[in-house]
Nanobody, 119 residues
Framework: QVQLVESGGGLVQAGGSLNLSCAAS????????IAWFRQVPGKEREFVAE????????SYADSVKGRFTISRDRAKNTVHLQMNSLKPEDTAVYYC????????????WGQGTQVTVSS
């Protein structure tokens, strides 16, 4: 079992920045990938970015490429999502998720943190 706790959400004006953090505890060492997803009410949860815990390999959704950066601090079992040039359409609840390297899907989730971008 892995516990994931997000922090860093809030209200920001368009063009601004936020840095989200995801602190992992429990069997965090068994997780191969950590990711960020986001969800708007009435819509499906969508993938934002992921990082491989060991190699640091990263992957991004097209909608955030060049604006968001995911990084991990292995010593602290923490993953960050630096969000720059924020747009109103980035408004959502952001969730941290984790999975084992061979797992087909993300099956460990945090409680989410709200990000609101005003125009």
């Amino acid at each position: 079992q892995v516990q994931l706790v997000e922090s860093g959400g809030g209200l920001v004006q368009a063009g601004g920045s936020l840095n989200l953090s995801c602190a992992a505890s429990g069997r965090a060492f068994s997780m191969g990938y950590i990711a960020w997803f986001r969800q708007v009410p009435g819509k499906e949860r969508e993938f934002v970015a992921e990082v491989r815990r060991t190699s640091g390999y990263t992957s991004y959704a097209d909608s955030v490429k060049g604006r968001f950066t995911i990084s991990r601090d292995r010593a602290k079992n923490t993953v960050h999502l630096q969000m720059n040039s924020l747009k109103p359409e980035d408004t959502a609840v952001y969730y941290c998720a984790a999975r084992a390297t061979t797992a087909p899907r993300y099956d460990n989730w945090g409680q989410g943190t709200q990000v609101t971008v005003s125009s």
